[in-house]
T-cell receptor, first 113, second 117 residues
Framework: AQSVTQPDIHITVSEGASLELRCNYS??????LFWYVQSPGQGLQLLLK??????LVQGIKGFEAEFKRSQSSFNLRKPSVHWSDAADYFC???????????FGTGTRLQVFP | ETGVTQTPRHLVMGMTNKKSLKCEQH?????MYWYKQSAKKPLELMFV???????ENNSVPSRFSPECPNSSHLFLHLHTLQPEDSALYLC????????????????FGEGSRLTVL
C-alpha cells in the first residue's frame, strides 16, 4: 500500500541551527514527492517537489530536500532556521494509481530564539 | 481578492444544526477539493470537483453534502454532524484534476475550523 510516514511529530530547534525533517514513503514505482508547509492559521503551501533527475531539489524559503531511493526517504533540510519557519510541515506522495496526493501526518517545528 | 478564500473561519454548531462552509477561488482553476484535517492524522481528501462535476467522493458520510455551482465556488453543507466531525476543513484548487500530481500545485485556503458540540 502507498503511504507516507513522518516519524517526528514535534521538533524544536534554536534559531540559526540546521534542520532536517524526516519523510519515508512506500510506493511501488518512482514516486512523485512533495513538501508542504502550513504556517499558523494558514492553508498549506508547496515548498518543493521531486519528479525525477537530480535527487537534491531546491525549494522556496531556502529549503532543500534529498530523494534517496535506497532508503525510501525524502528528507527536508535547511542550513539555518529562522523564527518565521515555525510551522507544520507535510510530506506528500503523488499516486497515479489513485490520482491522489497522499499526505503524512505532519511535523510541527518550533523555533526558539 | 487573490487565491482561495474560505468562510467562515470558525464555526461552532450543535448536532442538530444545518450550516454551510463556503470556498471561493480567484485563480481561474478548474478543479476544487475539500479536505478534512484532524489532529495527528493525515489530510483526508473528501471530495473532488473537476469542471463543476463531482469526480471523487471518498466514502464521506451523507451528513456532508458538497455543492459546486460554478468553477469558482465550492460549498460544504453540514447537517446532523457528530462531535468527531470537529476538525479544520480545507478547501483547495488546482489548474486541473491531475495538476497536484503533475506539478504539486495545490492551492489551499486558510480553512474553516469546525467545532461540533
Amino acid at each position: 500500500a502507498q503511504s507516507v510516514t513522518q516519524p517526528d511529530i514535534h521538533i524544536t530547534v534554536s534559531e540559526g541551527a540546521s534542520l532536517e525533517l524526516r519523510c519515508n514513503y512506500s510506493y511501488g514505482a518512482t514516486p512523485y514527492l512533495f513538501w508542504y508547509v502550513q504556517s499558523p492559521g494558514q492553508g498549506l503551501q508547496l515548498l518543493l517537489k521531486y519528479f525525477s533527475g537530480d535527487t537534491l531539489v531546491q525549494g522556496i524559503k531556502g529549503f532543500e530536500a534529498e530523494f534517496k531511493r535506497s532508503q525510501s526517504s525524502f528528507n527536508l533540510r535547511k542550513p539555518s532556521v529562522h523564527w518565521s519557519d515555525a510551522a507544520d510541515y507535510f510530506c506528500a506522495l503523488g499516486s497515479y494509481n489513485t490520482d491522489k496526493l497522499i499526505f503524512g501526518t505532519g511535523t510541527r517545528l518550533q523555533v526558539f530564539p | 481578492e487573490t487565491g482561495v478564500t474560505q468562510t467562515p473561519r470558525h464555526l461552532v454548531m450543535g448536532m442538530t444544526n444545518k450550516k454551510s462552509l463556503k470556498c471561493e477561488q480567484h485563480l481561474g482553476h478548474n478543479a476544487m477539493y475539500w479536505y478534512k484535517q484532524s489532529a495527528k492524522k493525515p489530510l483526508e481528501l473528501m471530495f473532488v470537483y473537476s469542471l463543476e462535476e463531482r469526480v471523487e467522493n471518498n466514502s464521506v458520510p451523507s451528513r456532508f453534502s458538497p455543492e459546486c455551482p460554478n468553477s469558482s465556488h465550492l460549498f460544504l453543507h453540514l447537517h446532523t454532524l457528530q462531535p468527531e466531525d470537529s476538525a479544520l476543513y480545507l478547501c483547495a484548487s488546482s489548474q486541473e484534476k491531475l495538476a497536484p500530481l503533475n506539478t504539486g500545485e495545490l492551492f489551499f485556503g486558510e480553512g474553516s475550523r469546525l467545532t461540533v458540540l
